[in-house]
């Protein structure tokens, strides 16, 4: 391994640990001394990969506002909505429970955006959007009549809120079962 990959690596396993640690213990409670102790490196080590905590945030914000770009453009689909939204979820799922990490992305993602945390990160935060491209694919589901009527965006709010719910119950315990996609699904269809 090169020095350039051993210090891709490093950044990664700091990356990861700040994660985790912003979950577990929360981001103002999270030293970075703790996340130094746990990668394991020095805290003088660390700063010369993050210059603060707050940079650190930010980065594992970006992260994770590029994990969500997957959900994101035209509603021209050439699959029906609840197709597509079913085999989505299926696979973030599946992805999670391979790599748990995902579950404690949500979880921050959803803390970050709150007030009180640092700017630079609760915007990146809060840019991310999966409701208005989730709102066009219920409001063609709407017009093929598979979904029921309502406020799109209301309706694109309370799914991704249930699977926000999901997620966050999913990183409390790793051993529980991802739900079916098609129920979480299946509360936007008619009848």
């Known amino acids: 391994m090169t ?17 985790t640690l912003f979950v577990e213990k929360g981001y103002y409670d999270t030293k970075i001394t703790d996340i130094a102790a746990a990668v394991p490196m020095s805290t003088g080590l660390m700063f010369h990969y993050f210059e603060s905590k707050e940079e650190l945030l930010v980065e594992v914000v970006k992260m994770g506002a590029e994990g969500t770009r997957a959900l994101s453009g035209s509603a021209d689909i050439p699959v029906p909505p609840d197709v597509f939204l079913t085999g989505f979820l299926t696979q973030m ?7 748990p990490w995902v579950f404690n992305m949500f979880v921050l993602m959803s803390q970050v ?6 700017e630079d990160a609760r915007r990146i935060a809060s840019a991310v959007d999966s409701i208005d491209f989730t709102a066009q694919l ?3 589901g709407q017009q093929d009549g598979i979904f029921r009527d309502g406020d799109p965006v209301l309706m694109a709010r309370c799914f991704w809120a249930s699977v926000q719910g999901i997620m ?22 008619k009848g």
């Not at 020095?3 to 994660?19: S, V």
């Not at 799922?93 to 790599?99: R, S, V």
């Not at 955006?113 to 640092?118: A, D, L, S």
Request: glycine letters at 4%; charged letters at 35%; proline letters at 4%.
């Open 3 to 19: 020095r350039k990959e051993q210090k891709e690596e490093r950044r990664k396993a700091i990356l990861m640990t700040a994660l």
């Open 93 to 99: 799922f599946a992805y999670a429970k391979e790599q």
């Open 113 to 118: 955006r709150r007030n009180g945390m640092p």
């Open 138 to 140: 219920i409001a063609r």
């Open 168 to 189: 966050e119950e999913m990183a409390m315990d790793r051993n529980m079962a991802a739900p079916d996609a098609g129920w979480i699904v299946a509360m936007l269809r």
